[in-house]
């Protein structure tokens, strides 16, 4: 086994922080929480426990998470939450620390757990390898996923919020969560992103809503 030496700088690697450092290491906050993730499904659990169930991606494409909750129907606070991950480790310190900070201090509610954003979840971490941010989005998507469950299962179906995605260019199929992707991934540019899903190399009248999606989730995401 080989070991990347630390940069003489004393950045900590490959992640935004801040100060804008880059390098190859992980945060140490990451490191704890891959190492020693909180609040993980274990095999022994009763899922009955559980009046909420999220999920998101496929095991097909490499990525999926899914989240158990627990939730005080008086109060709608998340008294526990519990997840599994095929994912990276990025995905699994980004859901652990999601875990965290949707339980601690008595627990959000629904609609304040809903709030939660990716930037706030990467903030706690200390910071995320660029091309890595998408993990802590997953973690997002699957949280917003269970709290529909939780809706639905309690009947409140005007509190469901159903996330659809709408196809940008009819000729390469691509749609607006696939751009989403691309730029978490890094390609924040259109030839970038072009690169990625062939977005307008066929239909050039997209390009315009293209780009525009570009500017909006690279605003969303990295300010």
Known sequence: MTHKQEPVDGTKGDVTTHDN???WFYTDVVKDHFF????????D????DYNAIGKVGSPACGDELRVW????????????????TF???????STSMASVMVTENGGMTLEEARKL????????????????????????????????????RT??????????????????????????RSVLEGAHTLELVQQKTKVGIGNPNCLPAVEELIRFYKEKYFG
């Open 155 to 180: 009947e409140q179906f005007n509190h469901i919020i159903v996330e659809t995605s709408r196809i940008i260019d009819p000729v390469s199929k691509v749609t607006d969560h696939d751009i989403e």
């Open 45 to 48: 659990a009763n899922e009955s």
């Open 21 to 23: 450092a880059k390098s």
């Open 87 to 93: 994912g990276c480790g990025s995905a699994i310190a």
């Open 117 to 152: 954003k990716p930037q706030d979840i990467m903030d706690r971490l200390g910071g995320l390898p660029q091309r890595k941010f998408h993990c802590s989005v997953l973690c997002d998507k699957a949280l917003r996923d269970a709290i529909n469950d939780y809706y639905r």
């Open 36 to 43: 020693h993730p909180r609040h993980f499904m274990h095999e």
């Open 69 to 84: 909750m627990r939730v005080d129907p008086q109060t709608e606070r998340i008294l526990d939450f519990r997840w599994k």
